[in-house]
C-alpha cells in the first residue's frame, strides 16, 4: 500500500543534540512537507520541497535543517539552535502538481521530546 | 493571504446527538478547503474537501459541509455523534496562489459523551 512512513514514533533527546527524523514516502508524489504540532496551536510549516534537491523555508523554520536528495526522502533534523523541540512532527506529502485541492497524504507523526 | 479560525477550540456532545464543528476563513482568492480529522498520536486523514463544485460536500463517517461564501464558512456536521469520533478536527484552506499551501485553523477537539 502507499503511503508516508515516519520513524521513528517516539524520540527522546539530551538538550544540545541533534536529531533526525525520518519521512519516507512510495506514492510518487513530488512535494514533502514538514509541520510542528503543538496543543491548541494546529499545524506550522517548518520546511517544505516542491522537487528533488530544492526546499523552502516555512514559517517556523529557525532551529530545523532538511535535504531531499531522493524523490522519496525527506528527514528533518532538529539542531541544538532550535530552543523548544519538544513537540509532535508531522510530514506530509502531495503529487505537487495539477493546481489546487490535490490532497495532502500526512505521516503518522513522530513524538519528539527533550529530557 | 489566508486564515481560518475554529470557533471553539473545544465542543461536547452527547451520543446520537448533532455535531456541529465551526470554522471561518479568509482568502484572498478563490479557496480550497478541508476537514481533517487527528485521532490521538496519529496522522491527519481527509474528512472532506471543497474546490469550487457543489456548494455541500459530504465526507466519510457521515460527515458533511457546506461551503458559503457569503459568511465565509465552511461548518463541519454531522446528524448523529457516535463515541468513535472523539478526535481533534482540523479545518484547512488553501489556494493556487498560495502554491497550494495549507493554512491550518488552531483545531477542534470533540468529546462524544455516552
Known amino acids: 500500500d502507499g503511503g508516508i512512513t515516519q520513524s521513528p514514533k517516539y524520540l527522546f533527546r539530551k538538550e544540545g543534540q541533534n536529531v533526525t527524523l525520518s519521512c519516507e514516502q512510495n506514492l510518487n508524489h513530488d512535494a514533502m512537507y514538514w509541520y510542528r504540532q503543538d496543543p491548541g496551536q494546529g499545524l506550522r510549516l517548518i520546511y517544505y520541497?516542491?522537487?528533488?534537491?530544492?526546499?523552502q523555508k516555512g514559517d517556523i523554520a529557525e532551529g530545523y535543517s532538511v535535504s531531499r536528495e531522493k524523490k522519496e526522502s525527506f528527514p528533518l533534523t532538529v539542531t541544538s539552535a532550535q530552543k523548544n523541540p519538544t513537540a509532535f512532527y508531522l510530514c506530509?506529502?502531495?503529487?505537487?502538481?495539477?493546481?489546487?485541492?490535490?490532497?495532502?497524504?500526512f505521516g503518522s507523526g513522530t513524538r519528539l521530546t527533550v529530557v | 493571504a489566508q486564515s481560518v479560525t475554529q470557533l471553539d477550540s473545544h465542543v461536547s456532545v452527547s451520543e446520537g446527538t448533532p455535531v456541529l464543528l465551526r470554522c471561518n476563513y479568509s482568502s484572498s482568492y478563490s479557496p480550497s478547503l478541508f476537514w481533517y480529522v487527528q485521532h490521538p498520536n496519529k496522522g491527519l486523514q481527509l474528512l472532506l474537501k471543497?474546490?469550487?463544485?457543489?456548494?455541500l460536500v459530504k465526507g466519510i463517517n457521515g460527515f458533511e459541509a457546506e461551503f458559503k461564501k457569503s459568511e465565509t464558512s465552511f461548518h463541519l456536521t454531522k446528524p448523529s455523534a457516535h463515541m468513535s469520533d472523539a478526535a481533534e478536527y482540523f479545518c484547512v484552506v488553501t489556494n493556487n496562489n498560495a502554491g497550494n499551501m495549507l493554512t491550518f485553523g488552531g483545531g477542534t477537539r470533540l468529546m462524544v459523551k455516552p
Open positions: 506530509a506529502s502531495n503529487p505537487g502538481t495539477g493546481g489546487v485541492g490535490h490532497g495532502y497524504t
Open positions: 471543497y474546490t469550487s463544485a457543489a456548494t
Open positions: 520541497s516542491q522537487i528533488v534537491n530544492d526546499f
